[in-house]
């Protein structure tokens, strides 16, 4: 607790300790549990634009892992070769579309693919068109419709805002997909495509005026574009190359081959509450004034701090259920159920499905995955019905199957079987539903 005088300390002390008495009540009527990692950063951004007391140490986030770090990168992330989260730039001597064509490729119709080649020459290093459709089919002898097909492709196969006219539309169309995932509130592609300019020139009021919301969301916003967008379409083909992966939860694997699992909590975004009673000794208004602001900063901290220990919990719980998984992939995957976890670590199991709704947990390799994959049963047996299927196709009757299944250990019923296979095929349709 940051306080000048006793008293005033006193107080702030005896208010904290009532709201947390309330929890985990209070974190469950704020929501701070069942929020994401995105939430809980744009309500972290919010509360900075608000709360003249808390505060963000200098520094920036981790390239890397999004980590609030002083400088460089974490020490997780460190040697690791991580490119910046926002470069402005592709990295020098690597082509970032080497594979994209070849993907776009298997897009597109074949009556266009020789459009192809030439759109993607019209690609600069950001992704961007150098030239509008329209003069890319006249300069090649194309119609428009093949160079419509080709962008079509390309799109399709590429990643957000390729192939786009402007920096301003590349952004927008990132800002989209994430508006899609219900990742950043709806109206950023609007702030992206229209007010840029406005950003640019510190225009708050302008952007207010136009859009109709309040200038503390403008900023929210603001940092969202700093934070999640990028002014190139980067072609993410390995972990090291790629943007800070959205995840609420991190899963590393130590040297002597152990998993360890970490959780941001308010350290994790660079918080802190800063000392303002220096000047205000004075006034009783001016004291009452900063021990509202200290506790709601102390406050929102505290929230964080206890979403990430209830994350953490679970996680580790569920970590030590399914090492073989994590190990060695889906046929390490062991029946796991929200329940027997809460019960494990003596939580009510609706806090455990809140708290893994909707969460991402980013694998020791960089790759993120639902959290939800720690859980759940018929991973393993569908994955070895999945081999078997391959290694003997429309060979073996659904009875045939149920009976390897249980020499692997997996006693399931036939009709399980069916469904599980059924699951495994593009167009639902059993194999060989006829050999009984």
Known sequence: MVSGASGQGLVLQVGLQAELRTLPGLLNAMGMLAMTHQEVALATERSLAENPVLE???????????????????????????APQF??????????????EADAGLEVRSDCRHALEYVMAHLTPRG?????????ARLHGLRDQQVQ?????????????IASSSVAELLAVQAEVLVAAGE?????????????????????????????????EVLAGLALIKERLRPFAAVETTAADAAVPTADVFLYRRPDGSLEVEVPASAWFGLHVVDLSEGLRGSP??????????????????????????????????????????????????????????QEIGLHPSTVSRAVSGKRLRLP?????????????????????EELIAAAPGTMSDEKLRAELARHGFEIARRTVNKYRRSLRPDGQAESSTFH
């Open 285 to 342: 208004e001016a004291k009452q004034w900063l021990a509202e602001h200290e506790l709601s900063a102390q406050r929102l901290m505290y929230q964080i701090d206890r979403r990430a220990n209830a994350l953490l919990r679970i996680t580790e719980c569920a970590v030590i259920h399914q090492k073989d998984f994590l190990d060695h992939g889906t046929s390490g995957h062991r029946p796991l159920t929200r329940t027997a976890v809460a």
């Open 184 to 216: 950043v509130p709806a109206w950023l592609p609007r702030l992206v495509s229209e007010h840029l300019g406005d950003l640019a020139e510190g225009s708050t009021a302008a952007v207010v005026r136009a859009m109709g919301i309040t200038e503390r």
């Open 365 to 385: 390799s960089g790759a993120v995955a639902d959290l939800s994959c720690l859980f759940g049963k018929g991973q393993a047996p569908r994955a070895t019905l």
């Open 149 to 161: 097909e080709a962008l079509r492709a390309l799109r399709a196969a590429g990643p957000p805002g």
């Open 128 to 136: 961007i068109l150098d030239a509008d459709p329209e003069e890319i």
């Open 56 to 82: 963000r140490m200098d520094g920036h986030p981790c390239p890397g892992c999004g980590r609030h770090v002083s400088s460089g990168t974490c020490h997780r992330c460190r040697g690791k070769g991580t």
């Open 87 to 100: 470069q402005d730039r592709a990295e020098p001597g690597t082509d970032p579309f080497q594979t994209l």
